[in-house]
């Protein structure tokens, strides 16, 4: 069983920053693709970014230059570094884990998701 948990949400003005971080454990033989989703009220869930076991990265078009994330392979951790947050990125971000257990077994973990609010 492999367990996320999300931290770094909360209350930003637009324009500001906030961290998001992600680390996986449990019985983990290997990590591959680590990424953040969001969903807004209203909406289905979205991919934001991916960072692949080789650090190469995918954004969705909407955070590209202003989002970066990144991993620690050592930690199983993975972040999200949000710049210039704008009203429209106001969701519940989600960290999404696949990987393979120390039992062979192959999986893809969601976290519970933390509240990002943006707010003059």
């Known amino acids: 069983q492999v367990q996320l948990v999300e931290s770094g949400g909360g209350l930003v003005q637009p324009g500001g920053s906030l961290k998001l971080s992600c680390a996986a454990s449990?019985?983990?033989?290997?990590?591959?693709?680590m990424g953040w989703y969001r969903q807004a009220p209203g909406k289905q869930r979205e991919l934001v970014a991916v960072v692949a076991s080789d650090e190469s990265a995918e954004y969705a078009d909407s955070v590209k230059g202003r989002f970066t994330i990144s991993r620690d392979s050592a930690k199983n951790t993975v972040l999200l570094q949000m710049n210039s947050v704008q009203p429209e990125d106001k969701a519940v971000y989600f960290c999404?884990?696949?990987?393979?257990?120390?039992?062979?077994?192959?999986?893809?973990?969601w976290g519970k998701g933390t509240q990002a609010t943006v707010s003059p």
């Open positions: 999404n884990v696949k990987g393979q257990s120390i039992t062979g077994t192959f999986f893809a973990s």
């Open positions: 449990g019985r983990i033989s290997v990590v591959d693709a």
